[in-house]
């Protein structure tokens, strides 16, 4: 889904002095909480993750324990859950012949990861040997769209119309056909859809969500807010929905209005970047601002020292928007674009390329 956002950094940061890393004296401070605290879905999987490390080979126990941690990674935007979902897959990450449901499982991880083709190749076994399967062909679909195969997306979701809901089929073929000349017909689409679904508040706010998107690029921004606006009464805790929310805030020219959307979001580095970004446009915020870009600073540098593979091109634009380094940020986006291509990536390549151009002698 246009869910997953952005790959690892692997270029060398400009810019104002790093304050040096904090390092407790007491052993009992306490640094962060984690979010399984405060959670009950997640504290209900560090139960279940709990009673797989008693019976780790056994599929039907780590298989629920990975589609929960790749949930809760989606909504909080926090990486570490990936990293339990494939920990839990790890009896079949590697094999060649593994049963479909670790296989469905491996390739959906592999697409938050942003392993893409590693993702295609499971999912092309997967469908070779049950073609009918609507959430491998769904995710397929997907994959294809992220990295700008659009006939390839659409003709999977073309099959997958006979299995899916009509608001289901209309937001996968939406997707990929609005950003391949038929934005117009394929926003129609999918605004009947809405129109007459009866399906779950999840569905809907994905379609809500997609609806502003496209209308946005269409030109509608008054449309796009509306279905924002919708989008977030269904699920106010969608991680990205409130980074897509907050970017058309900010080129509406209202960082005010993105404050409430991402303050107490920070630790979601997407989000914390949509704050700092704000920030930067309030002169009265000028002192949050210049903490929350040294924050970021040190969460690239530390997410390119573990080899986290998250955050290219929200690392492009930081660079870019932020600490002013055309060079380093186009440097960025170009290698984010022969991952993936979706219109972010897009826009971040073009307008890093463009200053960089103004930035050479």
């Not at 989606?74 to 979902?85: C, I, K, N, V, Y």
């Not at 907050?246 to 979601?268: C, E, H, I, M, Y």
Request: charged share 25%; net charge neutral.
């Amino acid at each position: 889904m246009w869910r997953f956002i952005c790959i690892f950094a692997a270029f060398v940061c400009a810019g104002t002095p790093r304050a040096a890393p904090y390092v407790p004296d007491d052993d009992a401070i306490v640094l962060e909480r984690l979010p399984e605290q405060a959670d009950p879905a997640l504290k209900a999987l560090r139960r279940m993750r709990a009673a797989l490390r008693a019976n780790p080979q056994n599929l039907d126990v780590a298989a629920p324990v990975a589609k929960r941690a790749i949930e809760a990674a989606r909504a909080t935007g926090d990486p570490r859950f990936l990293g339990q979902a494939q920990a839990a897959l790890s009896p079949w990450w590697k094999s060649g012949d593994p049963p479909t449901q670790a296989l469905l499982l491996r390739a959906t991880l592999k697409q938050s990861q942003h392993d893409f083709q590693g993702a295609l190749a499971d999912l092309d076994r997967l469908l070779t040997s049950s073609p009918r399967d609507p959430q491998a062909r769904l995710t397929r679909a997907t994959v294809l769209t992220v990295i700008g195969q659009y006939d390839k997306a659409r003709a999977d979701c073309a099959a997958l119309q006979p299995a899916v809901s009509s608001l289901t089929f209309a937001i996968c073929d939406s997707a990929p056909a609005s950003l391949s000349g038929d934005a117009e017909q394929s926003y129609q689409n999918l605004i009947r859809a809405l129109q007459h679904s009866a399906e779950t508040a999840a569905i809907r706010e994905w379609g809500e969500t997609l609806a502003a998107e496209i209308a946005y690029r269409r030109g509608d921004a008054r449309a796009a807010e509306s279905h924002f606006r919708t989008a977030f009464e269904l699920d106010p805790q969608d991680a990205y929905l409130r980074a897509a929310y907050a970017d058309f805030l900010l080129d509406q020219g209202r960082p005010r209005d993105v404050l409430p959307l991402v303050r107490d979001k920070t630790k979601n580095d997407s989000l914390l970047l949509r704050l700092a970004l704000a920030e930067q446009a309030i002169p009265e915020k000028s002192e949050a601002f210049d903490r929350h870009r040294d924050e970021l600073a040190a969460r690239f540098d530390a997410a390119r020292a573990r080899g986290d593979s998250l955050h290219r091109r929200e690392e492009a634009r930081f660079r870019l928007t932020i600490e002013n380094d055309a060079v380093g940020a186009f440097a960025l986006a170009r290698e984010n674009w022969t991952v993936q291509r979706e219109p972010a990536d897009r826009r971040v390549l073009v307008e890093s390329s463009q200053a960089a151009q103004k930035a050479r002698p």
